[in-house]
């Protein structure tokens, strides 16, 4: 018979539910369920549902009839609140529904001071020099 039940997306939620995120690299906790199983999940700040086509899909291999995981995610980088959607695909190409979601606030001015050890990485420096030092 033909699987024409859809995936059910039963959970999300970021960094374990924090209110805040002061980096755009997330962690995203989302499961879902399906009566033969889940092949891939897609995530996006876009609320329009996902075509089973679309580039972006993250495959489960083997499937799963219940998948809970927590995965990386990037925020987009402007500041203010985020909202994150998850979608299940199950392995005859239906795409859960219901648009589950969950919200995080992206705080610029931490992110600004948390980048600076990024950009700078230390990388140019030799490991026997402290930073300031400059060989002539």
């Keep these: ?27 995203v906790s989302i499961q879902g369920n399906d009566d033969v199983g889940i092949a ?5 700040e876009s609320e329009e549902k996902p075509t089973v086509l679309r580039d972006g899909w993250r495959e489960i291999n083997p499937p ?14 402007t500041e203010g609140e985020k909202t994150v959607y998850v979608w299940f695909r199950d392995v005859a190409g ?23 050890p990024i950009a700078n990485g230390g990388q140019n420096q030799k490991a026997d020099q402290t930073p300031g030092d400059h060989e002539p």
């Design 40 to 44: 891939g999940y897609y995530l996006s």
């Design 94 to 116: 239906n795409v859960s529904g219901e648009k589950l979601n969950t919200k995080i606030n992206l705080k610029k001015d931490d992110l600004s001071i948390n980048s600076v």
């Design 64 to 77: 799963e009839k219940v998948y809970e995981k927590t995965v990386d995610f990037n925020l987009s980088e």
């Design 1 to 27: 018979t033909d699987d024409t039940t859809l995936p059910i997306a039963t959970g999300i939620k970021i960094n374990d539910g924090s209110a805040e995120a002061n980096s755009i690299q997330v962690k």
